[in-house]
């Protein structure tokens, strides 16, 4: 049985990513590696991490529902979220991973640096890219 890891965040992006890697799981018969990833520091206080646990909890339903066989990590470590989906990639040995894009502008890109990007350059297996509102 392979792995799929998908990068999830509550956000459009996210869970156009979560629904197609779900869709892919179950085809391929995989095991789902679902990772959120946060900073930590200031920016992601208790709050952030009970609210955060909750939206976990929901996607964790929602595919023990559809069936698919997973496992869910919330990472909160100092990393970037690209980084995280690399690493975690590499150590359960992936099939490929699943990431989620939203438009923005050529300056939002240049200053903001690309998340997506770096999985693309970095992932020891193939990326799959899913626009949101696809799926």
Known sequence: MGTIVV???????GKAALRRAAEEAKLRNSRLVVVNSH???REFDRED???SEAQLEEVKNELREAGVEHEVRQ?????D???????VATEVDAEFIVIGLRRRSPV?????????QRV???APCPVLAVKAGEA
Do not use: H, W
């Open 7 to 13: 990068g999830y965040v509550p956000k459009s992006e």
């Open 39 to 41: 900073r930590g520091g």
């Open 49 to 51: 991490a009970i609210e």
């Open 75 to 79: 990472l909160v470590r100092g990393m």
């Open 81 to 87: 979220p690209a980084e995280d989906l690399v690493n």
């Open 108 to 116: 939002g890109k240049l200053i903001l640096g690309s998340n997506a």
């Open 120 to 122: 693309l350059l970095d």
